[in-house]
C-alpha cells in the first residue's frame, strides 16, 4: 500500500503562482495530478511517467509544469498564471505496477 501525502494548496490571487507537492511512501511508476471543481467531474492536469514523459490537460498547458524526483518519490506542479476557473480541489494519483492510488486532495483557491 503506498500512501500520498500533498501538500502546498492554499489561497492565491489571479495571476499568481503557486506549487504542489506530493510524496510517496514508495515506489511508484507514473504519479501526476487531477482536480475536481465544485459540481464538476474530476479531470486530468497533469502526470509525469517514470521515463519522464508528460500528460497534461487542456487547461494546463503552457501554465503548468510537472517534475518528479525519483530520489525522494515525489511529484511536483508549479502552477503560474492562475485564473480563478483553476479553483478546485487537487488531487494526486500515483501508479505502482497494477495498482492505483489516490492522495486526500488540497484545497487550491484562486481568488482576489
Known amino acids: 500500500q503506498v500512501q500520498l501525502v500533498e501538500s502546498g494548496g492554499g489561497l492565491v490571487r489571479p495571476g499568481g503562482s503557486l506549487t504542489l507537492s506530493c510524496a510517496a511512501s514508495?515506489?511508484?511508476?507514473?504519479m501526476g495530478w487531477y482536480r475536481q471543481a465544485p459540481g464538476k467531474e474530476r479531470e486530468l492536469v497533469a502526470m509525469?511517467?517514470?521515463?519522464?514523459?508528460?500528460n497534461y490537460g487542456n487547461d494546463a498547458k503552457g501554465r503548468f509544469t510537472i517534475s518528479r524526483d525519483d530520489a525522494r518519490n515525489a511529484v511536483f506542479l508549479q502552477m503560474n498564471s492562475l485564473k480563478p476557473e483553476d479553483t478546485a480541489v487537487y488531487y494526486c494519483?500515483?501508479?505502482?505496477?497494477?495498482?492505483?492510488?489516490w492522495g486526500k486532495g488540497t484545497l487550491v483557491t484562486v481568488s482576489s
Open positions: 494519483k500515483a501508479t505502482a505496477y497494477a495498482a492505483t492510488y
Open positions: 514508495g515506489s511508484i511508476t507514473a
Open positions: 509525469i511517467t517514470s521515463a519522464g514523459r508528460t
